[in-house]
């Protein structure tokens, strides 16, 4: 069964405490790994796309990478904006149907104080 | 702003009742994805539509509908309404029905059922 899972489900730290967020997949097919902010209340913000073993993304404070088991996301030096739920997805088809599915991990809730 | 426009934002309705969820995509974007967040589940993969066409189902209830309309926009029919369908809706698109595409959400709907 195709599965994603995320570690921890929260995170604490202080301003500029840097950290990883850990996500690891079992799917039979990957079609792209996937990384989501979400606020509460709010729809999930696109952050980076990984598709290939050894692929690395960032964009200011944050760095995603992909390993043929795991992803991280790497948060450098992290400031009171950066508290969110962070989501890991994977892209997979849909086995007997013509579509595609994001499954999701259950989120990273991320606090970081100042 | 993802683009993605979600109508309406709040909805609380009674037991046994029907709403019609409203979704329009990014411009150009040809597939339209629903989700269903709720606190104990996470995001969960609905169904998903690619230009008019129903692509693929995931653990959509008999009592869920969707459809995709000509100007692309969607709609999600949820009836006979119980209080576990209580939840946030999300809908997203991408360009294609292509597995490596990105997905952008909307701000989803906050259903209530009392």
């Known amino acids: 069964e195709d599965q994603v899972t995320q570690s921890p489900e929260a995170l604490r730290l202080q301003e500029g405490e840097s950290s990883s967020l850990n996500c690891s997949y079992t799917?039979?097919?990957?079609?792209?790994l996937f990384w989501y902010r979400q606020d509460p209340g709010k729809g999930p913000e696109f952050l980076f796309t990984?598709?290939?073993a050894g692929e690395e993304k960032e964009k200011e404070r944050l760095k995603a990478t992909l390993t043929k088991k795991e992803s991280f996301l790497h948060i450098t030096a992290p400031k009171p904006e950066d508290s969110a739920t962070y989501l890991c997805?994977?892209?997979?088809?849909?086995?007997?149907?013509?579509?595609?599915?994001?499954?999701f991990g259950k989120g990273t809730t991320l606090s970081v104080s100042s | 702003d993802s683009g993605v426009t979600q109508t309406p934002k709040h909805l609380i309705t009674a037991t046994g009742q029907r709403v019609t969820l409203r979704c329009s995509p990014r411009?150009?974007?040809?597939?339209v994805y629903w989700y269903q967040q709720s606190l104990d589940q996470g995001l969960q993969f609905l169904i998903h539509?690619?230009?008019?066409?129903?692509?693929a189902k995931g653990n959509i209830l008999e009592r869920f509908s969707a459809q995709q309309f000509p100007d692309l926009h969607s709609e999600l029919n949820l009836s006979s309404l119980e209080l576990g369908d209580s939840a946030l809706y999300f809908c997203?698109?991408?360009?294609?029905?292509?597995?490596?595409?990105?997905?952008?959400f909307g701000q989803g709907t906050r259903l209530t059922v009392v």
């Open positions: 799917v039979s097919g990957l079609r792209g």
């Open positions: 990984l598709y290939s």
């Open positions: 997805a994977v892209r997979i088809e849909i086995e007997n149907q013509a579509g595609t599915a994001l499954i």
């Open positions: 997203a698109s991408s360009v294609g029905g292509l597995p490596n595409t990105e997905a952008f």
């Open positions: 539509y690619y230009n008019g066409e129903e692509r």
């Open positions: 411009s150009g974007d040809l597939s």
